[in-house]
């Protein structure tokens, strides 16, 4: 008797207990790369689509900075607030039908904990309507490099990958509207009425996590803690992915771990840059001078990991540059080689001038000076 009063017990514990979290015991998704590369630190399922929650809204967010940073919007106009911005549900500034208040105020409502009724008001008054805003939202991706058609402004159910949200992450960086408000922690928004509306970011890492300067989170039940955040020390920028984390703790965790072993294990240097020569004085032959100058085209930065040691420097050119020589027509190229002799990165060399090359008059000439002088 008592066996199955013990068996039915079991049976009714198993039967209603209440069902774990979806993201209970589930490692979140996570990608870290430095800013302005394609190289990947460390990943876990980078290019998976997955649901984001709060995170939709940053393409319109970053939208808006852009609007303010190209000067088509001010951040001291009166906004008014329609009754369809007012009633916008989700994470909110409280704002009320027919209220007016500074734009600026909306937009650190937007950056700081994604107030969809501040990106909305935002939008009716800078862009007029939903279609038009949309289609901003669409070329700002692209510009990203994240191709997507979203069912509306706010991003209702899409999906990206911890890489589009890493691309998105390097669009905020370069938006100066953006990182100025997305730095705050917590603000007080005053409206005409005397009302106040405090906000406060929900990026505990502005707070514990050394160079930390941003950037966007958004959780929900269903979708897990997720994040975009950005880190500074020294020269060196990285950009992190979290999504689907089972709580806000392990976001945090996950990204302050990542961000670390980054910093400690990988050097990111410019190892050539379009402003310095790479090789001084190179031999001309037959040219109105002697030696030029070599350089490269955009900066070369380097990815390594510390205990792999220097890179060597090799260089792949004729023993001697012959004129005519173009600034438009690479002359040959410089290249970094790890130890193992893997290139870790290439890249073609020109003369910053023209050269001209000699007629046969001028080289008689030359040849005599030389000849007196000897």
């Known amino acids: 008797m008592m066996r199955r009063i013990v068996s039915f017990f079991i049976t009714f514990v198993f039967l209603f207990a209440p069902a774990p979290s979806a993201h209970a015991e589930t490692e979140p998704s996570y990608c870290i790369m ?5 190289k990947v630190i460390a990943q876990r399922n980078a290019d998976e689509w997955l649901n984001i929650a709060g995170l939709t809204k940053l393409p319109a967010v970053l939208t808006i900075c852009s609007a303010v940073d190209r000067g088509l919007l001010d951040e001291n106009a009166e906004v008014q607030v329609s009754a369809k911005a007012a009633g916008v549900g989700g994470p909110s500034a409280y704002l009320e039908k027919n209220e007016t208040i500074a734009a600026k105020e909306l937009i650190r409502a937007a950056v700081m904990i994604s107030a969809g009724d501040a990106i909305t008001a935002l939008a009716e008054h800078a862009f007029g309507s939903e279609d038009v805003f949309l289609k901003n939202i669409e070329l700002t991706m692209r510009d990203a490099g994240v191709n997507k058609q979203l069912p509306d402004s706010l991003g209702t159910y899409m999906t990206f990958s911890c890489r589009e949200l890493i691309a998105l992450g390097e669009a905020a960086v370069e938006s100066p509207t953006f990182v100025k408000y997305c730095v705050e922690t917590y603000a ?17 890492l502005l707070n514990s996590l050394s160079g930390c300067f941003g950037l966007f989170t958004g959780s929900s039940k269903s979708d897990g803690y997720c994040g975009v955040f950005a880190c500074k020390r020294r020269d060196t920028t990285y950009l992190c992915a979290i999504i689907g984390a089972p709580n806000s703790k392990i976001r945090f965790e996950t990204a302050s771990r990542l961000f670390e072993e980054a910093f400690a294990n990988y050097a990111y240097e410019t190892v050539c840059d379009p402003d310095e020569p790479v090789l001084e004085g190179y031999p001309v032959l037959g040219g109105d001078v002697d030696a030029v100058d070599l350089y490269v085209r ?20 004729p023993e001697t540059l012959t004129a005519p020589l173009d600034p438009e027509h690479a002359v040959g190229s410089v290249a970094y080689v790890g130890a193992d002799g893997t290139v870790l990165l290439e890249a073609a060399l020109y003369p910053k001038e023209p050269v001209t090359a000699n007629g046969f008059t001028e080289i008689l000439k030359r040849l005599f000076a030389l000849f007196l002088g000897g």
């Open 34 to 38: 430095p800013l302005h590369s394609d």
């Open 188 to 204: 007080v928004l005053e409206h005409r009425s005397g009302r106040r509306t405090e906000l406060a970011s929900a990026n505990k």
């Open 298 to 317: 955009d900066s070369c930065v380097l990815l390594r990991k510390k205990d792999e040691g220097e890179p060597q420097k090799r260089v792949d050119l």
